[in-house]
């Protein structure tokens, strides 16, 4: 599979709430980075940390969180996805960077427009 199709199916799996098969994509050391300033921005080592202390909390932190995809840049090995965010209060642009290396999910940068986000936040 190339970079795009595993991230892709990615958010395929997260769309469904499927995170034993989310987990599987992402390597153990898999670094995430959650920029901005808001009650969620960090750097997660791990997809359990990141399941436990990010995806988790989504729904509290953002009543009704959605996203949509707007579109996709890729190469052989990062892959851009341009989202649209929505949640109660929120309509916000965020960009989420992968770096995919043997098939895994290595790095995942998530670039929110971290003031909406914070201001959304409860």
Known sequence: MTAKEIV????QNFAEGDLVSLAKIYHPECKITVNGKHKL??????FQEFAE??????????????LEIEKVV???TDVCVFVNITADGLS???????????????EFNIYDD?????????
């Open 8 to 11: 892709l199916g990615g958010y």
């Open 41 to 46: 921005s960090g750097v997660y080592v791990g």
């Open 53 to 66: 202390n990010f995806l988790s909390k989504l729904n509290e932190t953002w009543p009704g969180f959605d």
């Open 74 to 76: 890729a190469d052989t």
């Open 92 to 106: 916000a642009k965020s960009i989420h960077h992968f770096v995919v290396k043997d098939g895994l999910e290595v």
């Open 114 to 122: 971290s003031q909406s986000m914070a201001d959304a936040a409860h």
